[in-house]
């Protein structure tokens, strides 16, 4: 099940980004007393008493027409849609004003679930200035303080209670689950409706957990059942912030989440852009699978060198990816597409891979022999033995004398050896180093 998300927002100046630093436990959002600081959303992840959920910071929203005024609207906007949960943060040290009433009706649109909770309240005596803020309409405010940590928890404890609740009766199938991410305006769309019109048999469009998505079931000729996670709306036309690059980040996140293979597709024409990687990064540090598809491969002149000139880039920019296979293809010809489905189905199965200790030990053997472990200040790197402790991603734990002694550039060797002996296309490999007692 996708994380669920907290939106904070508020007029410029209460405190949302001391909140949102508190909540994630990180400095994320710059925290400076002048309105305005925090023009765009910023998106973290948080967790509470087990719950993990992702935390939006907005800008604050003004009914004044100043410079970035309209701009910081859209993007609370855009929060409040993708929010579960709708923290609206006031400030006692004013009281509520015009601004707050302003936000409150846009809150009332929304449907969502919104806890009131009341900023700067710093000592005991201020808890009496909270009554005024019921007449915006939610309900019991929550007092807290953002400098000082106070009230948070019961603030925590009530957003926990509203998250949408996991189904459970959800059965689980040996369904290969698979998503498009990317930039807006790679092709996404174009992709999905021509994956849809190349598929034969059609199973089902089925509500997803992520707002105004439809995941879509299809099987193919051997009888393999795909789903197709559809980033929220992707399909959906005319959507008003589609174009608005960081929307897509947490769209993309939470299409990650529920995926079991990531699609990143790339535009041919623009070639590799900086989001391109901060989007692909999420899948690779999520351990998903990954295939890097090249839309709009049609598009370009070539000549003898285009295709390998290309595929030199990507794997110059996205060195992290280097097991990701690289696919070129048009949603406008359907050029290969006919291979997605038969690399989601290899990756899918190589996901899901179990080694024997045994063979895996010959194999760290015959690399220790091959490549002698380090040494640092006169110790050696000792390795007892590695076994495979878990699937989807892969993950293997290798027990030695010293963790300290393990450098990166040699676990990056095993890794390799491992690649090499078994494959592992299209998936990420964990490797934990513990020390054997």
Same mark, same amino acid.
């Given at each position: ?141 929550? /007092?807290?303080? &953002?400098?000082?940590? @106070?009230?948070?928890?019961? +603030?925590?404890? %009530?957003? =926990?209670? $509203? ?20 930039? /807006?305006?790679? &092709?996404?769309?174009? @992709?999905?409706?021509?994956? +849809?019109?190349? %598929?034969? =048999?059609? $199973? ?234």
């Amino acid at each position: 099940m996708t994380n669920p998300v907290i939106a904070i927002v508020g007029r410029p100046n209460v405190g949302k980004s001391t909140i949102f630093n508190r909540i994630v436990g990180e400095r994320i959002s710059i925290v400076e007393d002048v309105a305005g600081v925090t023009r765009d959303r910023i998106y973290s992840d948080g967790e509470w008493l087990g719950h993990k959920f992702h935390v939006i910071d907005t800008g604050g929203i003004d009914v004044t027409d100043e410079p970035f005024m309209s701009n910081i609207k859209m993007q609370a906007e855009i929060a409040m849609e993708e929010a579960d949960v709708i923290i609206f943060l006031t400030s006692v040290r004013e009281g509520v004003t015009t601004t707050d009433e302003h936000i409150a009706k846009l809150l009332y649109r929304t449907k969502k679930p919104v806890l009131l909770a009341v900023n700067k309240v710093d000592n005991p005596e201020m808890r009496s200035d909270i009554f005024d803020f019921y007449a915006l309409g939610f309900g019991e405010p929550f /007092p807290i303080s &953002g400098s000082h940590g @106070l009230g948070l928890g019961d +603030l925590l404890d %009530e957003a =926990v209670k $509203v998250f949408p609740k996991e189904d459970e009766n959800a059965k689980e199938e040996d369904i290969i689950r698979f998503s498009f991410i990317g930039r /807006p305006n790679v &092709g996404k769309s174009s @992709l999905v409706n021509a994956m +849809l019109g190349e %598929e034969r =048999v059609i $199973v089902s469009d089925i509500a997803g957990t992520t707002r105004d998505a439809i995941d879509t079931e299809f099987v193919d000729q051997e009888g393999n059942i795909y789903q197709m996670i559809d980033t929220a709306g992707i399909r959906k036309k005319g959507r008003v912030f589609e174009s608005t690059e960081k929307y897509s980040v947490l769209r993309a996140m939470r299409a990650i989440e529920r995926s079991d293979i990531v699609c990143v597709v790339l535009n041919a024409e623009e070639g590799i852009q900086e989001q391109d990687k901060k989007i692909a990064g999420y899948a690779h540090e999520a351990g998903k699978g990954v295939i890097i598809l090249v839309n709009k491969w049609d598009t370009l002149e070539k000549d003898n060198s285009t295709f390998k000139d290309f595929e030199e880039d990507i794997r110059a920019e996205f060195q992290y990816l280097a097991y990701a296979p690289i696919l070129f293809v048009s949603a406008k010809t359907k050029q290969r597409l006919n291979k997605i489905p038969e690399l989601l189905k290899e990756i899918h199965e190589v996901r899901s891979k179990r080694i024997s200790s045994s063979i895996l030990n010959d194999v760290l053997m015959d690399a220790i022999a091959m490549n002698p472990t380090p040494t640092d200040k006169g110790q050696r790197l000792k390795i007892y033995y590695m076994t495979q402790v878990a699937i989807q991603p892969p993950t293997f734990v290798v027990f030695v004398n010293d963790v300290e002694l393990m450098h990166f550039s040699y676990q990056r060797f095993l890794e390799n050896r491992i690649r090499a002996s078994f494959g592992f296309m299209g998936t990420p490999i964990h490797m934990i180093i513990r020390k054997r007692k």
